[in-house]
């Protein structure tokens, strides 16, 4: 089975810390991608990356910015917290196909309080 | 713009009766769709997806998933609902081809499934 893991579950910063989530994926995987998930919005795309030191924005890039310096490992960076960025923080990851029909493999989530 | 429509935060159903969790998509081109499950606390688990072919898909724990191109809906069911079927529940969409391959999810659904 394909593992995501998140190194984190939970974490409380500061307003104006630099915080830096890590996901690591043990499948080789090409694709991997990072969510924040808020009540009653779902899950929005913050980055993803399709190959080491590749990365694409997703929908709400603001105040994020990532890294992607070997295959399994994606890290998801806020440069200075701010509560609005209090959330729960998924990973996940994918392996390259022709199509769009692979599956996302997710982590079990990082629940960061920024107060 | 590529998007899927989840129209009830909410289904509760008595244990033994069929469940479906609505889904409608919007999309160009031909839909790649998808089931996640989420239980609390942890990250999201693939259930199934429709690329192409028969309409009915099967997927794991029993669930399967009707698409219906005239309607552009992709509901899931179940014909016996389990209390551990509670959970929440998302549709999503491959929007794009080619690398990344980033799904675009619905804002979820509750299943409350009662003994």
């Known amino acids: 089975d394909v593992k995501v893991t998140q190194s984190s579950r939970y974490l409380v910063k500061r307003t104006g810390e630099k915080v830096f989530l890590e996901c690591v994926q043990d499948?080789?995987?090409?694709?991997m991608f990072w969510y924040r998930q808020d009540p009653g919005l779902g899950l929005r795309l913050i980055y993803f990356?399709?190959?080491?030191?590749?990365?694409e924005k997703g929908d709400i890039p603001e105040g994020y910015s990532v890294s992607r310096e070997k295959k399994e490992r994606f890290s998801l960076i806020l440069e200075s917290a701010s509560t609005n960025q209090t959330s729960m923080y998924l990973c996940a990851s994918s392996p390259l196909s022709r199509d769009r029909g692979s599956p996302l493999h997710f982590g079990n989530g990082t629940r960061l309080t920024v107060t | 713009a590529q998007s899927v429509a989840q129209p009830e935060d909410q289904v509760n159903v008595a244990e033994g009766n069929p469940l479906t969790v609505k889904c409608t998509y919007s999309?160009?081109?031909?839909?790649?769709l998808f089931w996640y499950v989420q239980y609390p606390n942890r990250g999201l688990q693939f259930l199934l997806k429709?690329?192409?072919?028969?309409?009915l898909v099967k997927g794991s724990y029993g669930f399967e998933a009707e698409f219906n191109k005239s309607q552009t809906s992709f509901h899931l069911k179940k014909p016996s609902a389990l209390v551990s079927d509670s959970a929440l529940y998302f549709c999503a969409v491959s929007p794009r081809v080619g690398a990344g391959t980033a799904l675009i999810f619905g804002k979820g659904t509750t299943l409350s499934v009662s003994s």
């Open positions: 499948m080789d995987h090409e694709n």
């Open positions: 429709y690329i192409t072919g028969d309409n």
């Open positions: 990356s399709y190959d080491v030191k590749m990365k």
């Open positions: 999309v160009s081109g031909n839909p790649y």
